[in-house]
């Protein structure tokens, strides 16, 4: 039965402690080389050929904690209004703006910032919103929307 199986006690072998040991003299290293030496690493060395990690070429990298959050300020929001990219009366969110191209796809939530002036009552519907950008729309009466996903 496995619960009654009893340890084996393996001896230890003390490398370097004499011929008669079995592991004495060269303590299992062989004779001279760099290997045979002792604080001596040979990662990834691959006999003088190229190694693997220096032929594959190099490519980015993903920040941890990064979140993708599209900014907007409310001056660039006021002119795509004035261009008739965006419509004032229309609610403003997420989906609206990447369907337009004015945010890339590649993002998840919106932030409006309050950088500029808005001359327009918005409908808006953000993720995140600046202080400064929150006064100046209660300030004209805009209807504002912050949904956390």
Same mark, same amino acid.
């Given at each position: 039965?496995?619960?009654?199986?009893?340890?084996? *006690? !393996?001896?230890?072998?003390?490398?370097?402690? %004499?011929?008669?040991?079995?592991?004495?003299?060269?303590?299992?290293?062989?004779? *001279?080389?760099?290997?045979?030496?002792?604080?001596?690493?040979?990662?990834?060395?691959?006999?003088?050929?190229?190694?693997?990690?220096?032929?594959?070429?190099?490519?980015? $990298?993903?920040? +941890?904690? /990064?979140?993708?959050? %599209?900014?907007?300020?409310?001056?660039? +929001?006021?002119? $795509?209004? !004035?261009? /008739?990219?965006?419509?004032?009366?229309? /609610? +403003?969110?997420?989906?609206?703006?990447?369907?337009?191209?004015? +945010?890339?796809?590649?993002?998840?939530? $919106? /932030?409006?910032?309050?950088?500029?002036?808005?001359?327009? *009552?918005?409908?808006?519907?953000?993720?995140?919103?600046?202080?400064?950008?929150?006064?100046?729309?209660?300030?004209?009466?805009?209807?504002?929307?912050?949904?956390?996903?």
């Amino acid at each position: 039965m496995l619960n009654n199986l009893k340890k084996i *006690k !393996q001896k230890k072998i003390r490398v370097g402690r %004499g011929i008669g040991s079995g592991k004495g003299k060269t303590s299992g290293r062989g004779v *001279k080389g760099q290997k045979s030496r002792s604080g001596v690493a040979i990662k990834s060395f691959e006999g003088g050929q190229m190694p693997l990690y220096r032929r594959l070429p190099k490519r980015g $990298f993903n920040t +941890i904690g /990064k979140k993708k959050i %599209g900014f907007l300020n409310l001056s660039n +929001i006021q002119s $795509f209004i !004035q261009s /008739k990219k965006i419509n004032a009366k229309d /609610k +403003i969110d997420l989906a609206l703006l990447k369907k337009l191209n004015i +945010i890339k796809k590649k993002y998840k939530k $919106f /932030k409006v910032l309050g950088s500029g002036d808005i001359n327009e *009552k918005l409908n808006i519907e953000v993720n995140y919103l600046s202080n400064t950008a929150k006064n100046k729309l209660e300030k004209l009466g805009s209807n504002i929307k912050i949904i956390s996903k």
